[in-house]
Nanobody, 121 residues
Framework: QVQLVESGGGLVQAGGSLKLSCLAS????????MGWYRQAPGKERELVAQ???????NYADSVKGRFTIARDNAKNIVYLQMNSLKPEDSALYYC???????????????WGKGTLVTVSS
């Protein structure tokens, strides 16, 4: 069983910062990519940022230069530092990992339950 628990969401004024964290636990053998998605009311879930096991990163155009993703492989934690927040960043932010549960196992995607970020204007 794999569990992802996000934290760090909240209410912040435009221009402010928040740092999200996501701890992955359970019977995990190896984690490939770790990432953050978000979903605003009435919109589809979208990729925010992703980091591979080799720490290569990928960002949505809308957050480049403002958000930074990082991971701690020893602790199975992925972070999302969000700076210069805008009202349009308001959404439910979900953590996800692509993980294998045993040697040679096919990686599967797992999701957290989300943490709410609200940016006021």
């Amino acid at each position: 069983q794999v569990q992802l628990v996000e934290s760090g969401g909240g209410l912040v004024q435009a221009g402010g910062s928040l740092k999200l964290s996501c701890l992955a636990s359970g019977s995990i053998f190896d984690i490939n990519a770790m990432g953050w998605y978000r979903q605003a009311p009435g919109k589809e879930r979208e990729l925010v940022a992703q980091v591979t096991s080799g720490k290569s990163t990928n960002y949505a155009d809308s957050v480049k230069g403002r958000f930074t993703i990082a991971r701690d492989n020893a602790k199975n934690i992925v972070y999302l530092q969000m700076n210069s927040l805008k009202p349009e960043d308001s959404a439910l932010y979900y953590c996800n990992i692509d993980a294998a549960l045993y040697r040679g196992g096919h990686p599967m995607r797992y999701w957290g339950k989300g943490t709410l970020v609200t940016v006021s204007s």
